[in-house]
């Protein structure tokens, strides 16, 4: 029989003396240089970072004014004028009233009710008055063109009754007027 | 002209300098590799007894002190990475297993397992490693580490976090109760 303490002291030597597999040493100095390459690859990565994001303010700003422009000139949109709904209430306390106050489609959601016939008959009664009294107005529709109103403003001027006008007027008549032509003669050689 | 070329042989010199300086850390890295990646295994493998799992801890350790330029400022080279692994080690062992298990309940296991009559007919050696494995860790872990070459109790104790006088008496009592174990057995072959 062997003595304790050399055995223990021969199996804790094997025990605290193991080997690592062969090439250790150099599967550790790939993998460290492994990341480090990686490591400065992203890095480079990184300076390309603010190009991209000055490509994209560029092709933002772009679009932005390419848009704009379309706006610019682009025609007026005529806005149509939502017919007033007017309630049996409103249309009551519209009747006592010398002006009729007409409830427009912006009043909120939780006043309107769910109307009955005679309150669509009241409505519409008070639609007819308002049309009656000018609506729509003409500020909204319909819209008016430049070459309208500049039509409009030579129309209203009284220059039909200037001599200048009246002038041109004959002139021009004296224009259209058929040309009289005389019968050519042609005399024997 | 002149002026660009001069500021071109700066840079080209600039960059040369880079270059060997670069190479002489990763040449210094390399070394230190080299000097102290067994030590670091063993100290590994004494508390995750696999040596995949050992390698692995020796790898992560490397790559964290190259990640932080630690290993540039080391005082004591040995202790210091002998530190570094253990605690990497620790970190890669199962949960429930980095804490010292209770020495009362881990004996009554051992009792009740009885490894002398599993293993009667076997080595005396092998069941010397295999009474080893079944000691509590907090037994086991200052035994084996001492027995690392060139690693001194001091050093265990850093490594450790616990007092030089605490792994002397540790190492003791785990001596102790493998004597008594073994004669047991001894004692159950006869």
């Not at chain 2, 792994?167 to 072959?189: D, N, P, Q």
Request: charged share 35%; glycine share 6%.
């Amino acid at each position: 029989m062997r003595d304790f303490d050399e055995l223990l002291d021969e199996v804790l030597k094997k025990e605290a003396g193991v080997e690592p597999r062969v090439g250790m040493e150099q599967r550790v100095l790939v993998r460290v240089r492994a990341e480090e390459t990686g490591r400065i690859g992203w890095g480079r990565r990184w300076l390309f970072a603010p190009a991209l994001v000055a490509g994209c303010l560029l092709v933002a700003v772009a679009v932005n004014h390419r848009f704009s422009r379309r706006d610019r000139f682009e025609a007026p949109v005529l806005r149509a004028v939502a017919p007033p709904v007017v309630t049996m209430q409103e249309s009551v306390q519209s009747d006592s009233q010398e002006v009729p106050e007409l409830k427009g489609a912006q009043s909120p959601p939780h006043t309107r009710r769910k109307q009955t016939p005679l309150q669509t008959a009241s409505a519409n009664a008070n639609l007819e008055q308002a049309r009656e009294e000018g609506l729509p107005k003409m500020d909204t529709f319909p819209a008016v063109t430049q070459k309208g109103s500049l039509l409009a403003g030579w129309k209203s001027d009284d220059v039909q009754s200037s001599e200048a006008t009246q002038a041109l007027l004959q002139l021009k008549a004296e224009q259209e007027r058929p040309l009289q032509v005389n019968e050519i003669e042609i005399q024997p050689l | 002209m002149d002026v660009a070329a001069d500021w071109a042989d700066y840079a080209r010199k600039g960059r040369a300098a880079l270059k060997d300086e670069a190479r002489a850390a990763e040449e210094e890295f390399a070394a230190l590799v080299e000097r102290n990646a067994r030590r670091m295994f063993r100290v590994a493998y004494s508390l995750l007894r696999n040596s995949h799992d050992a390698e692995d801890a020796v790898q992560e350790a490397f790559l964290k002190l190259h990640r932080g330029g630690g290993w540039r400022r080391m005082e004591d080279e040995k202790a210091f990475l002998a530190r570094t692994v253990w605690r990497v080690a620790l970190d890669r062992l199962p949960r429930g297993v980095e804490g010292d298990r209770d020495v009362a309940e881990l004996e009554i296991a051992a009792k009740a397992q009885s490894p002398e009559e599993r293993v009667a007919d076997r080595d005396e050696r092998e069941l010397l490693r295999q009474m080893i494995d079944r000691l509590p860790e907090e037994l086991r872990r200052p035994l084996v580490l001492s027995a690392i070459e060139e690693m001194t109790s001091g050093e265990v104790a850093a490594m450790m976090g616990i007092p030089e006088g605490t792994v002397r008496t540790r190492v003791m009592r785990a001596k102790a109760e493998l004597r008594k174990r073994f004669g047991a057995a001894r004692e159950v072959r006869r």
